[in-house]
């Protein structure tokens, strides 16, 4: 999608008038339409996500499982109305192209924002690198998302879609997408936080199976207030190849054994192990983690401080709402204790552990 700077491209989509940014999602918007009738319709999917009904149109059928693989076990009947459409299209498998872009290559900022088109009402970004065009008109609540080509989806948007546009949408409320894993039950769990490499991903592996079950591994989406409550995202869960020597029970339901060296495995939970998920429970504490040599797993008190800066990812891998997701979560580890997860080389004990502490938590309540 390379930059075109002819006045009349400029004028065509309004780059240079005001209220480009919503004409630009507007022309998008067309665009799909095209895509759709090029293809013979539209295939529609319904998915509960939070409190919201979230509904996602797709021209053609290449980039449903791309997208939706994920977000399975979160599908709920066509019926009702959305409270946000997100539609997608890709150029090839719909013969249908996007119209050249209205703004330069200086006017690319943070991680793919395009300075000018970005306001209180819409966000444009497309992410360098990786080709994928994502349009948001809040005061619509319509999103556009297309690629060039459905080849094109990175294994790791697959695996945690519409993450841009989600926090966009939802920025002035009291839900917010974390990074973040979350285990627990009915009665109430735990956030699992950390950057990468503390040990987040295998913490969270090692109670499946175990009675704590699972609510996701890399991204969840939390509400503040009025009492925090995690609700699941993704079914998905990923891991270092080097490090799946650990889960050899898990070896036969990777999704991309054939990638492992230039990918982490992959794993759609949903598909394999969906008695063990759950849609949500109450945040009892928030867990930072990390990785020791030693055989045992233990908790001790730590800060909420400590618990902020292992949240503070989520800001860097999504731009454009910083202070409000800011505040989330500077509420959110004022209102939970938060503990320190020393994990041990014995994984069996960690998911015994975390139940340990949910016990007491509750006890004490």
């Not at 090839?92 to 970005?118: A, K, V």
């Not at 009915?186 to 950390?194: F, Q």
Request: aromatic share 8%; with cysteine.
């Amino acid at each position: 999608m390379r930059p075109v700077f002819t006045e009349e491209t400029r004028q065509l989509l309004g780059a240079t008038a005001e209220g480009a940014p919503a004409r630009f999602v507007e022309t998008a918007r067309a665009c799909f339409e095209k895509a759709a009738h090029a293809v013979g319709g539209v295939e529609e999917r319904m998915f509960r996500l939070g409190e919201h009904r979230v509904l996602l149109r797709f021209a053609g059928g290449q980039l449903i499982p791309l997208v939706v693989r994920a977000l399975a076990h979160r599908e709920i009947p066509l019926d009702g109305k959305a409270d946000l459409t997100v539609c997608f299209f890709d150029s090839e498998s719909t013969r249908t192209p996007m119209p050249p872009p209205p703004w330069s290559l200086e006017q690319y900022t943070g991680l793919g924002e395009i300075d000018g088109y970005n306001d209180e009402r819409v966000q444009v970004t497309y992410g360098p690198g990786v080709d994928i065009l994502q349009c948001l008109d809040r005061d619509r609540s319509l999103a556009l998302y297309w690629t060039p080509s459905y080849r094109l989806i990175p294994w790791w948007e697959q695996v945690s879609p519409l993450r841009a546009i989600l926090n966009r949408w939802l920025k002035d409320g009291v839900f917010q997408p974390l990074h973040a894993a979350a285990v627990g039950a009915a009665s109430g769990g735990v956030l699992i936080t950390g950057p990468s490499g503390s040990g987040k991903s295998t913490a969270t592996l090692a109670c499946l199976g175990s009675g704590l079950r699972y609510a996701g591994d890399d991204y969840v989406l939390v509400r503040t207030t009025p009492s925090p409550h995690v609700h699941s995202l993704y079914s998905t869960a990923k891991i270092a190849a080097d490090n799946l020597y650990r889960f050899p029970h898990l070896a036969p339901i990777i999704s991309n054994a054939e990638r492992l060296g230039s990918e982490k495995a992959l794993f759609f939970l949903n598909e394999h192990r969906a008695a063990q998920l759950i849609e949500g429970f109450p945040i009892r504490a928030i867990l930072t983690t990390k990785v020791r040599g030693l055989r045992d797993t233990t908790v001790e008190p730590t800060t909420a401080m400590a618990a902020l800066k292992a949240l503070a990812p989520t800001m860097e891998h999504m731009r454009g709402t910083r202070r409000q997701t800011l505040e989330k979560i500077l509420r959110l580890v004022k209102s939970v204790p938060v503990y320190a997860l020393l994990s041990g080389t014995d994984l069996a004990q960690i998911p015994v552990t975390i139940s340990g502490l949910l016990q007491k938590l509750e006890t004490s309540d």
